[in-house]
């Protein structure tokens, strides 16, 4: 399990970067740099010690069904961010939130990490939390079920810095992730999924949409 935790570790050792240098720059360049060594580490994993995958890679153009399951998926992330955003921050605010997005400083980095920062983020973290982990586990004997349940535990703990909030949506994003892996047996599209909320959160859309809801109640 030693190649695992080099994989994953990247993507918590990152947040006690946060606490220490808190600044935007610093986020952005840490953040990516974790990614990559993560991504290169899995690759030359993958390709020195070639095996038959329970689920398959298939990084390919989407079909049409995939993109339906990965516009059903943003939809559905989206709309349990709006939802439940009072007791995500109440959960946030009551919990050991440490660390926060920093605040843009450099609108060519903003606009660079808007866009192609978020594809970027989707990939990389489904290439590991869904396509690595998943198949890992159902590799090491576990069942479709339990091996979704501890990958995507291991997923929304690395939220940890953001509160307990931030935790348990990432586990109900994790869920929806998951199954539409297992179920598209394609890896395109959670990584459509996952960077369409993600750039329509960072956008302000759920904040948005959270402010409508609100008021209409």
């Known amino acids: 399990m ?14 006690l970067i946060y606490l220490y240098f808190p600044g935007y720059p610093v986020f952005v360049a840490t953040d990516y740099a974790c990614r990559i060594f993560s991504l290169a580490f899995l690759y030359l994993l993958l390709r020195s010690e070639p095996t038959s995958l329970p689920l398959p890679w298939r990084l ?3 079909s049409t069904k995939e993109l339906l399951i990965a516009l059903i998926g943003a939809i559905t992330l989206i709309g349990s961010n709006v939802v439940g955003m009072t007791f995500i921050q109440y959960l946030n605010a009551h919990s050991w939130w440490v660390t926060r997005f920093p605040l843009p400083t450099n609108s060519v ?3 660079f990490d808007g866009t192609v920062g978020m594809v970027f983020v989707g990939l990389s973290e489904e290439a590991v939390f869904r396509f690595y982990l998943i198949n890992l586990l159902l590799l090491r004997g576990m ?6 349940i501890v990958s995507t535990l291991i997923f929304a703990g690395i939220h940890w810095s953001y509160g307990a909030g931030a935790v348990v949506f990432a586990m109900l994003a994790g869920l929806v992730l998951s199954m539409i892996f297992t179920s ?10 996952h960077a369409a909320f993600d750039a329509f959160y960072f956008a302000g859309g759920v904040a948005f949409l959270w402010r409508l809801y609100s008021h209409a109640w």
Request: net charge positive; proline share 11%.
């Open 2 to 15: 030693l190649p695992a935790l080099v994989i994953v570790s990247p993507y918590y050792f990152n947040k």
């Open 60 to 62: 390919a153009v989407p």
């Open 109 to 111: 980095l903003q606009y």
């Open 143 to 148: 069942s479709r079920a339990r091996a979704i």
């Open 184 to 193: 598209a047996r394609s890896l395109i599209a959670p990584i459509i999924t």
